[in-house]
């Protein structure tokens, strides 16, 4: 399908030429800090790119590489004192290689993957292992979770109390295919604020895996699937539990919506929505030495790095310690993490290193990609903490309290290691 907005790299061309070379921002980028090549630098990547612009240079398997391993973390951008829009110009340049050489086969290959929702389902054998379920840090549970997830990807709505609202859940597809104990806690601790809980028909993937790809058109195609199953909703707010999704619909809807004029959705993060509400709730104490992951889509994309924390900390018997560097990249980059696995795990590693050295037993976040990413890191470092998602630890308060609400809704429950 072809794309009824274009996007160009030489409309960013001023924006290109403000980045003056200092490498500031090489001191935060985790790809350039993994392997130390200035080429997977942020100032690399804009010297190739205006090398590509000025036609010295063509699209190469090289050019796509040192595009495809930008985590789109986002760290350059705060540290750049010229003010490059980092982000927005890897993105027209993914898109600009894209159509002058094609997707590449790597790329090819994942968007294939992603169109195809059975094949998606039927590697979500996968995630167990990456969340190594058999060493009993995050422990899943196998009854009624098939179910729960045809439940969820049918559209029927969960049996809350309701007194309070209503309330659309967006899963995304790391949730809906890969972690649904997310989703499952989610709608936990919503019905126990008093919402009912939606998730509507008709959901798709919310298109950010296609812009990683440079693939605009999907995206856009996506984002109005999206709208027109979000946009007529009798809902009190529309809520997700993945900083990505979350930064996709508000960051990059406004434009993918803007050729079919299709209206704007608003969709909040769940510690958006969770914040100041928490408190209400009967919570009995979560007794564990807890640190904090900054998604760099919740943190610097979305601005929430200090509520997420409020939620969490709201939460009673919790001893929270923060990390070194809470804020730096996981690695996990989304497609980056399938396309470059060697160097993700290698950014991964700095990550589990900082984790350890908190002593924590338990590693909270609030993006499902930084989630499966951890949990992996700290597998391989031989570090025993679970990592679970915010709503997670809310649900165990919940639990420990007799309001888990597990009824028709507790299928794919985790169980946090709580130290007693
Ligand atoms: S910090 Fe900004 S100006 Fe300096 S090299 Fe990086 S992108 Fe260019
Ligand atoms: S977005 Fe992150 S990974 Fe990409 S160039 Fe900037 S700092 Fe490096």
Known sequence: MKSSSTTTLEQYRRDIARCVRCGACSTVCPSFLADRRESRSPRGRMALIEAVLDGKLRVSDVYRDRLATCTGCMACESACASGVPFSTIIQAAKEQAVQEAGPGIIAGL???????PLLMRSLAWLTPVALHYGKGS???????????????????????????????????CAVSYFQPDIGDAATVVLEALGYEVIVPDGLKCCGRPYLSLGDRAAAEDLARKNADALSTLDVDAVVTACASCGLTFKKEYPALLTPSGREQVRVLDIHEFLNGKVAGLD???????????????LGRGQGLAQIARDVLRS??????????????CCGFGGVMRVSHPSLSSTIG???????????????????????????DALRHAGTEASVVHTVQVIEAAL??????????????????DREE
């Open 110 to 116: 994942v968007s294939a993957a992603l169109k195809r």
């Open 138 to 172: 995050v422990r899943g549970r196998k009854t009624g979770q098939g179910e729960k997830r045809k439940r969820q990807q049918q559209g029927t709505g969960t049996k809350g109390r309701g007194a309070r609202g209503k309330v659309a859940f967006f899963p995304g």
């Open 283 to 297: 919570l009995q104490p979560v007794k564990a030495r807890v640190t904090w992951h900054d998604p760099c889509h």
């Open 315 to 328: 939460v009673p018997g919790i001893e929270f310690v923060e990390m070194k560097d809470p804020a730096q």
């Open 349 to 375: 590693e700095k990550k589990a290193r900082d984790v350890s050295a908190t002593q924590a037993s338990l590693v909270v976040t609030g993006c499902p990609g930084c989630r499966m990413q951890i949990a």
């Open 399 to 416: 639990r420990e309290a007799g309001q888990g609400g597990r009824g028709d809704a507790g299928t794919g429950r985790q169980e946090i």
